[in-house]
């Protein structure tokens, strides 16, 4: 694996820059410590630090104001699941065997990440959303939601146990986390990972968050009304806002009388019903549900939302709009209670005095479509969903830097190993970019002795049929050029030009004076296919 870019780094040169002049020489450095904080289905978009169109994240933006932003972070895969797969192991889908959540399960006995920090003196904690199936392998503590989560009243395992917590989701997270900081064993480092089930779907804000975009109108994207000219694979997926987010489900339009109906996906309607509209006595409790009083919180506010939409009886473009508006502000809500959570967090390291040798990561499972394209969800190549926020303080070094260099979410394992002054196993197959946090600038072009940083991102979606239908595909992006290919049910490729379409509408492939970047990028394709040992490649 190529390493001439890892810097070996012990903690204590990793944390010489911040303060060793101020030390004395016999005393020794604090190890790294490390916060991993990961959101599922958080967009770049609705991070202010990336975009300010739609939603102000002070806190989230700190970790960038006071560290680096990454302006070219990708997945490996966009799928939950799989994302945190490749994050645990460092390895694209294909090799850590978690491939879809349709019929993955986590082999928790391969090599990963919390182990190897175990292994290094480290203590691992695993806290929040988990979605791997199998038990957490690797960790001295571990407390997990059951499955997606629910953002009422949810169930976790706390190493084996049941437990109902009674409370918002992205609270008890947090609350779990920092009362095991407080537990923990001080003489030793320790890698906390924090995993919030917000802002998946179906979006539903903290009761006192609610309402607080509702005096916003959100622009549209300027591919909302996007017709899929020339893309086959696009305009067959069921992720439309238009044709596919649910009225009842996806946007609580769960009125009373069941006058509602959703005929696309009744069933999906009812389990909204279920979800919104539970009838419970004072007092009682059902696990993922809201109790009497949340229940009646929910609809003082929904309620005259309900009775609006059903005067107004909207359909066509009008609906359209109207769904995306609705969308935008309870997904919008609950990232403020996301942002909120994290300056918790933030604080409690502040104030414990952890800031000066705690790394402190921000990022999401995948991108997600805020409407681009007509679209809600993540899983394609395409931009709004290929890439992540990715946002690190790490201790000592410049602040509010742009790091432009390709990097994907297998690279967190062998970086974070780095930090804590731990060898990196061969065959793991992401690189550490804790040189790039360091400063190194290094060339864009990977020579085929391993030197320099990757020029191009391997991606590869395989779960259909499925949710959503959307293909399966693989691909690869290089700094101008997208080339994607759909195959199983369908063989059909996509070639975009970034510079010139960013917004991935005009697909070039088989157009004329396109044919020596489509061969110079299939070969690049074959490359990383042989190169990550993808058995894809024998189907070519």
């Not at 069933?267 to 549900?289: F, I, M, N, S």
């Not at 409407?371 to 290929?386: A, I, L, T």
């Amino acid at each position: 694996m190529p390493s001439n870019l890892r810097l070996a780094l012990t903690s204590a040169t990793a944390l010489a820059a911040a303060g060793a002049c101020s030390q004395k020489e016999t005393e020794p450095p604090k190890p790294l410590n490390v916060v991993y904080i990961m959101c599922d289905d958080h967009s770049y978009q609705t991070i202010s630090a990336y975009d300010r169109r739609y939603i102000e994240t002070p806190n989230i933006d700190r970790i960038s104001e006071e560290g680096a932003r990454f302006t070219n972070s990708f997945v490996a895969n966009s799928l939950s699941g799989p994302s945190r797969a490749c994050l645990l192991t460092g390895k694209h889908s294909h090799a850590n065997g978690f491939t879809n959540n349709e019929h993955g399960i986590f082999d928790g006995s391969q090599q990963t990440l919390p182990k190897l920090l175990q292994a290094g003196g480290y203590q691992t904690a695993m806290v929040g959303k988990w979605h791997l199936v199998s038990d957490p392998t690797g960790f001295d503590y571990w407390d997990i939601l059951t499955g997606q989560g629910d953002y009422y009243n949810p169930v976790f395992i706390r190493e084996g146990e049941r437990i109902v917590r009674h409370g918002y989701s992205t609270d008890i997270t947090t609350d779990v986390a920092l009362d095991w900081l407080d537990g923990r064993d001080t003489d030793k480092p320790f890698c906390l990972f924090l995993h919030y089930k917000a802002p998946h779907r179906s979006w539903m804000p903290d009761l006192q968050d609610l309402g607080m975009y509702d005096d916003v109108t959100y622009p549209l994207p300027e591919t909302f009304y996007d017709d899929y000219a020339t893309r086959e694979a696009a305009a067959k997926q069921e992720m439309s806002i238009l044709a596919d987010m649910n009225v009842v489900y996806d946007l609580k339009m769960a009125d009373r009388e069941g006058e509602i109906h959703t005929p696309e996906n009744p069933g999906l309607e009812q389990y909204g019903r279920d979800l919104y509209r539970r009838d419970l006595a004072p007092g009682e409790l059902v696990p993922g549900r809201m109790d009497a009083e949340q229940q009646a919180a929910w609809d003082a506010y929904y309620d005259p939302i309900i009775e609006r939409f059903k005067r107004d009886s909207l359909s066509g473009k009008a609906l359209y709009e109207w769904k995306y508006q609705r969308y935008m502000r309870d997904y919008c809500s609950v990232i403020h209670s996301v942002d909120r959570n994290v300056g918790r967090v933030y604080d409690y390291l502040r104030d414990h005095g952890l800031l000066e040798n705690t790394v402190v990561v921000y990022t999401s499972d995948q991108g997600f479509f805020m409407g681009e394209h007509g679209y809600f969800d993540k899983r394609f190549m395409y931009e709004e969903s290929f890439r992540t926020p990715l946002l690190v303080r790490l201790p000592g070094q410049k602040r509010h830097r742009d790091i432009d260099a390709f990097v994907q979410n297998i690279d967190y394992a062998p970086t974070i190993l780095e930090m804590a002054g731990l060898p990196v196993p061969e065959d793991i197959q992401g690189e550490s970019f804790l040189p790039l946090l360091e400063g190194v600038k290094p060339s864009k072009v990977m020579t085929t002795e391993g030197k320099g940083w990757r020029k191009s991102l391997y991606y590869h979606y395989y779960e259909f049929p499925a949710e959503h239908s959307v293909r399966r595909h693989y691909g690869v992006r290089t700094e101008r050029y997208s080339l994607m290919h759909f195959y199983n049910d369908i063989d059909e490729w996509e070639l975009f030009d970034l510079q010139e379409d960013p917004m991935q509408l005009h697909n070039l492939y088989g157009e004329p004076g396109t044919e020596d970047i489509t061969r110079e990028l299939r070969k690049e394709l074959e490359r990383l296919q042989v190169l990550y040992d993808d058995p894809i490649i024998s189907r070519n």
